[in-house]
């Protein structure tokens, strides 16, 4: 009989459904000796991957004797990426060029939830050099000599960026005021008058100081509108005195990051997006 004894779950918060998509994890090669020799599966679902006992021994017997089994060496999987942008989308230094340990350590879980084990995360330079892979999850023999099979968590959080709008109105219709804002208060900036790469006169609107969080949809999405005579970007937002043009506006694809790298300050990080009415 098939027994479990692990499951690493990979979560992302950029996507809906807070599963990392475009990862797999697959055994390094003393790993995957070892998975053949004692009969260890892995298998990998949409939210998980299992690994599992196919031996012919007791299954009681192996999980007790897998620490000297082992040597005392972890269990060791790469993780494989297949998305160019993930690091766009991912809350890493914007120079990132090295590897994502991931492991135990200094960890203790939720005693709510004893058998869903966080796996702490380490920046670390870049040691392997295979194709696709982006880093390693370590699991000790002590870590899954429990009564119930653990869930080992990966963890990666979403960039935040700045963002912005540049319309550029293509119609026969002026309009002398517009605003960009959602329905929960959020408004951006008044707008610059820029030039797009044509040549065409445009504004550009900007969240200014504050970032937002990249994400697959959002929940609260933004409008552009016109302002009617009288009214303002906040009695707007509140749907007072205006007129959307736009519900819905645009959200920023996993390749819209740009960098600016400003004199006496941190590197300036947003996302552009354009828009033709």
């Known amino acids: 009989m098939v027994q479990a004894l692990m499951y690493v779950q990979p979560r992302h918060q950029y996507y809906d459904d807070g599963i990392w998509h475009h990862l797999s994890i697959k055994p390094e090669s003393r790993t995957e000796v070892f998975m053949q020799r004692y009969r260890l599966l892995l298998l990998q679902t949409e939210q998980s991957v299992g690994l599992y006992y196919d031996g012919t021994g007791a299954f009681a017997g192996f999980m007790a004797a897998l620490t000297d089994l082992l040597e005392g060496r972890d269990l060791c999987f790469y993780l494989h990426n297949t998305d160019p942008y993930y690091a766009n989308i991912s809350d890493l230094p914007l120079d990132w060029a090295g590897q994502l340990n991931y492991h135990r350590q200094d960890v203790s879980p939720d005693p709510q939830t004893p058998s869903i084990q966080p796996l702490n995360r380490q920046l670390a330079q870049r040691s392997l050099s295979l194709s696709g892979v982006i880093g390693q999850v370590s699991i000790a023999a002590t870590d899954l000599q429990r009564e119930q099979a653990p869930t080992f968590v990966i963890q990666m959080g ?48 900007s969240s200014g100081t504050r970032t937002i969080a990249l994400q697959q949809s959002i929940r609260q999405p933004f409008s552009l509108v016109h302002l009617m005579a009288g009214a303002d970007a906040h009695s707007a937002a509140n749907g007072l005195n205006s007129q959307a043009l736009i519900q819905g506006l645009p959200i920023p694809q996993t390749d819209q990051l740009r960098i600016e790298h400003r004199s006496g300050g941190q590197p300036y990080v947003y996302s552009p997006m354009y828009v033709y009415i």
């Open 158 to 205: 979403t960039r935040h960026t700045h963002w912005h709008y540049t319309i550029c109105n293509r119609s026969q219709r002026t309009y002398q005021q517009l605003s960009v804002h959602n329905g929960h208060g959020f408004v951006f900036d008044s707008p610059q008058a820029v030039s797009m790469p044509t040549g065409e006169a445009a504004l550009r609107f």
